[in-house]
């Protein structure tokens, strides 16, 4: 009990009636309440009811419900291939036949699974052998790579694609060192090799990250008990170790294959006319105004991507969480103690590896920086000459690079200070134990599984065209669409860097707030929020990150606006020519790092979530 | 194995690290099927020689022989050990029977029958019969540990390591598995070595104990022999509650029922016993007295003290005892309270080594 300030213990500080704190007590109490209903509502309205009416659009046409839109796609053998027969009525045991003697044709559908399994078993390639440079061996810099690993993550595509085709190009530095060496060209551009490999520029480093994870919460004790009773070194790793790894790895892989299943910017930007997936034909439809077969498509791949999450999270609920302590592995360190094969060959296979992680992770980002200062003549500063006199002269209709950049960081800054209390709330509730946890889990989480083409036709049929409330209509206009658009997109990721901060909070630190009469909210406040502070930077930054390279919903809302970010813009310019397009990239680049820095600045040391 | 050997001898075994020196020149035998326990505060080493007994570090000087064979460069799992991890590290992937069958994968069971006959046997042994198909998460932390027991003992080792196995567990349970681990260490007879922190397990559990700190052995020897007759001023004060005490020799007699000699301690003039050290007058000398034999009114070697305070421990009472400024120990069956005049016997008193 605490003393009261007339000395007197036994009146106790309740007897002490003050009405201004009463009401601080009162708004302090109800804060995280407070706080929940209006994140909810936001959600409703900038995510669910926007997404809900493209699903409506669907299954409603000229007022009827109807499956037409949906049966359409379904007996379309462009996006079926031959299993469209199935859907027109021919028994399954033809179609099967057909299909193996005709030579199998899967469709749109079919080949947007193809390049997302390829893409998939790539990023589980590269990213394996990264964790396992990560988890086990110690070397100057380690720290710092593991952070880089979140860089990729973050970069926006349509700028890495931009890379991607500086990189690997006819005319590429690639091909220059290739051609001493009396290799090469080659010539990648347009093919699926290149969104292949541009999709494990963005997936590889998710792999390692959650497997370096798992690696490192391996019991170096339990190692060493299975090496007592008898095992080998490889023996321990195959029983011991690798079962702890798999979950992990599964993990990334389904994320991995629903992030590159509904690959948008990369596949637009590297498959030219040649690839198309799912997302960009429904990007294609939107332009073409044809909303219901859009709307449709997106429900047919919004459904397989839920599919392979929801058998994901089927298969991670059988896993059995544990919290142990333990003694991680030991680290070796890089340069061996002593010269035999045993060292040297793990070793060897590990320089190997750095060769290809430089040319698929380092090579597109350092060509398209050496390419926006190059030409055909060589050393130029000519594509950012460009981009400054298409600032002075442009037409009204074309985009110009300053008001890009602008709208960039204001959109940047207002999603910032939505997403980030957004963020935080949704991993407040989602953290406590209660009933029906999962599903705020669930509900919370879905933006992060649909798409931004989705939710920029939502948002733009739904929310810019205007709601009809009664007799009057609700209008949400340019710059609140958005930023409502990145916020939502936003802020699963700051839910996921501050969420297991939380989880790790010692609960009788709150218990022991709350029974020294503090509120929860004012636990949340004065134990919690600085115990997760670093969470809370990284998910800004990544809030940030995600909104300055946001593009498929963007694209959709920008698209006839001043409302174009930098994104658009390297869109824009990278169809009449490279260049302009490089040097904008860098200016992306080097804004968003410097957005990066300041937010780590002043919101102290950045450490990795996720 | 040819049994003149024993079990386990460290010969003058170094461990440094880049900052720090672990284990310093320990030299050590354990003797087949002896219960053996490395006893010492944090950050004495006792952890470390024990992991470089296991194969898991590697001296950095001396030798390390199991069975009179040097093992220096022998992987772990060629050493036929088995060991226990304080944390129990059981394999979270597998059940309970997979868990103590694991060691089977590499060595037939030692009585020549089936795989699943030996995890049985074993399971019956640690008292977990029937428990085999369960996960080790959904098991108590002391059955925790006992499995890990029987998964170290199934394969049959020579050697059982246990790297403080009971200290995650509570006090009542910890006495409880101490008499179980000791019942089945005598009944299978296996050469044990056992690291603790705890004095009072050592004590209680061991056949012989080292007593380490800052990565060297201060004394060995049966426990009774370590209690009684510490031989620094650190064995006096780490096992067991104890007064110890520093003057200078004025006097040195041998009256035929041993070595006696007068310490003047703060002014006051105590006899002590001194046969182990035969001191000469004008050396400085300690000595230890335990609580239990100060006793109210003794004969000799009278000291009045002031009590400060007093612990009830249910058949005794600790006291807390202030004598001319100097902090002393008492143990008394009646409790002690205000001024009190204390005796020992001189017989009671046993030099230690001056540091």
Redesign the interface.
């Known amino acids: 009990m605490t003393d009261t300030p007339d000395g007197d213990p036994a009146t106790g500080h309740d007897q002490q009636p003050d009405d201004a704190r009463g009401l601080v007590d009162r708004v302090e109490r109800r804060g995280l309440s407070v706080l929940a209903v209006v994140t909810a509502a936001v959600l409703l309205v900038m995510f669910y009811y926007p997404v809900g009416t493209v699903l409506v659009e669907a299954v409603f046409v000229d007022g009827a419900a109807t499956a037409r839109p949906f049966l359409d796609i379904l007996r379309d053998p462009f996006y079926l291939g031959d299993l469209a027969a199935l859907f027109d009525g021919r028994p399954p045991a033809d179609v099967v036949s057909d299909a193996i003697s005709g030579g199998p044709d899967f469709g749109l559908v079919g080949f947007t699974v193809y390049q997302a399994l390829l893409s998939t078993v790539a990023s589980v390639t590269l990213g394996v052998p990264l964790a396992y440079v990560l988890a086990r061996y110690e070397f100057p810099g380690r720290q710092t790579l593991r952070s880089l690993t979140i860089l990729p993550f973050v970069l926006p595509s349509i700028m890495v694609a931009t890379g991607f085709r500086a990189a690997f190009g006819a005319d590429s530095p690639l091909n220059g060192v290739l051609g001493l060496v009396g290799l090469g060209p080659v010539d990648l551009l347009f093919t699926l090799e290149a969104v292949v490999i541009a999709h494990a520029f963005y997936n590889a480093p998710l792999v390692a990250r959650v497997t370096v994870a798992a690696w490192e919460s391996v019991?170096a004790?339990?190692v060493?008990?299975?090496?007592?009773?008898?095992?080998?070194?490889l023996?321990a790793f195959r029983?011991?170790v690798a079962?702890?790894l798999y979950p992990s790895v599964l993990m990334g892989a389904a994320l991995s294959f629903v992030f590159t299943f509904g690959s948008f910017p990369i596949v637009l930007a590297l498959g030219d006319a040649e690839l198309m997936t799912v997302e960009v034909r429904v990007f294609r439809l939107v332009e073409s105004l044809d909303y219901a077969e859009a709307a449709a498509l997106a429900i047919v791949e919004l459904l397989i991507s839920l599919g392979v999450l929801y058998g994901y999270l089927r298969y991670e609920a059988r896993q059995?969480a544990?919290a142990?302590?333990?003694?991680p592995l030991p680290r070796r360190r890089f340069v061996p103690d002593s010269l035999s094969v045993r060292t040297l060959l793990p070793r060897a296979g590990l320089v190997v590896y750095a060769v290809v992680a430089l040319v698929v992770f380092v090579l597109p980002i350092a060509s398209m920086v050496q390419a926006s200062f190059t030409d055909t003549g060589g050393l130029t500063l000519d594509n950012y000459r460009f981009l400054l006199e298409r600032q002075a002269e442009a037409a009204a209709f074309q985009v110009q690079p300053w008001p890009a950049v602008r709208n960039s960081l204001l959109f940047g800054a207002a999603s910032l200070l939505v997403a980030v209390p957004m963020g935080v709330t949704v991993a407040v509730l989602t953290t406590r134990g209660y009933r029906g946890r999962k599903l705020v889990d669930a509900v919370a989480m879905a933006p992060l599984a649909v798409s931004g083409i989705v939710v920029g036709i939502g948002i733009l049929r739904g929310l810019v065209f205007g709601i009809e409330i009664g007799p009057t209509r609700l209008v949400v206009g340019g710059v609140a669409a958005v930023v409502a658009a990145h916020a939502v997109a936003a802020y699963p990721f700051v839910v996921r860097t501050v969420a297991p901060g939380l989880e790790r909070i010692d609960g009788t630190l709150v218990e022991s707030a709350r029974a020294l009469g503090a509120s929860r909210t004012r636990a949340l406040v004065d134990i919690e929020l600085p115990l997760i502070w670093p969470g809370v930077v990284a998910g800004a930054a990544f809030a940030l990150a995600i909104s300055m390279g946001e593009f498929s919903s963007t694209v959709v809302l920008a698209t006839g606006t001043d409302w174009y970010t930098m994104p658009v813009a390297i869109e824009r310019f990278i169809g009449r020519r490279l260049g302009p397009a490089t040097a904008m990239g860098v200016v992306l680049l080097v804004v968003t790092s410097a957005s990066f820095l300041v937010i780590d600045r002043l919101g102290g040391e950045y450490r990795d979530g996720l | 194995m040819t049994g003149s050997e024993p079990a386990v001898e460290l010969d003058g075994v170094t461990r440094r690290y880049a900052e720090t020196t672990a284990v310093k020149a320990v030299s050590l035998t354990v003797r087949e099927g002896e219960f053996f326990t490395l006893v010492g505060p944090s950050g004495c080493g006792k952890t470390t020689t024990l992991r470089l007994l296991?194969?898991?570090d590697s001296p950095t000087a001396g030798a390390v022989r199991l069975a009179g064979e040097n093992v220096s460069g022998v992987?772990?799992?060629?050493?036929d050990?088995?060991?226990v991890?304080?944390?129990y590290?059981?394999?979270?992937?597998m059940t309970v029977r997979e868990n103590v069958a694991?060691?089977l994968?590499?060595?037939d069971p030692p009585d020549g029958g089936s795989t699943a006959d030996r995890v049985a046997e074993l399971l019956d042994l640690v008292d977990l019969a029937g428990m085999g198909e369960r996960?080790p998460?959904e098991l108590s932390g002391g059955q925790q540990q006992r499995v890990?027991l029987a998964?170290?003992l199934?394969?049959g080792?020579q050697l059982l390591?246990l790297d403080e196995p009971m200290s995650?567990l509570d006090a009542r349970l910890r006495e409880r598995l101490r008499v179980q681990l000791q019942a089945i260490q005598t009944e299978l007879g296996i050469t044990t070595v056992y690291v603790t922190h705890d004095q009072e397990e050592a004590l209680a559990i061991s056949d012989r104990v080292a007593v380490m700190r800052s990565g060297r052995v201060e004394q060995v020897g049966e426990p009774r022999a370590v209690y009684r007759r510490p031989e620094t001023r650190f064995v006096a004060a780490f096992l067991g509650d104890n007064n110890v005490l520093d003057g200078t020799v004025l006097d040195v007699t041998d009256r035929g029922d041993g070595v006696r000699a007068t310490v003047r301690v703060d002014g006051t003039e105590l006899v002590v016993r001194a046969d182990d050290r035969r001191p000469v007058p004008g050396d400085r000398l300690s000595f230890c007295v335990r609580p239990e034999a100060l006793v109210v009114d003794g004969a000799t070697n009278t000291l009045t003290a002031t009590v400060q305070s007093t612990e009830f421990l249910g058949e005794t009472t600790r006291a807390h005892l202030d004598w001319g400024g100097t902090e002393l120990l008492a143990r008394t069956a009646v409790p002690l309270d205000g001024s009190v005049t204390l005796g020992f016997d001189p017989a009671d008193a046993h030099v230690v080594a001056v540091e």
């Open positions: 019991d004790s339990a060493e008990t299975a090496r007592s009773l008898g095992a080998s070194p023996r029983d011991v079962p702890q059995s544990r142990r302590e333990i003694r | 296991g194969g898991f992987p772990p799992e060629n050493r050990i088995g060991i991890f304080q944390n590290a059981l394999f979270p992937t694991y060691g994968n590499f060595a996960d998460t890990a998964r170290a199934a394969p080792p390591l995650a």
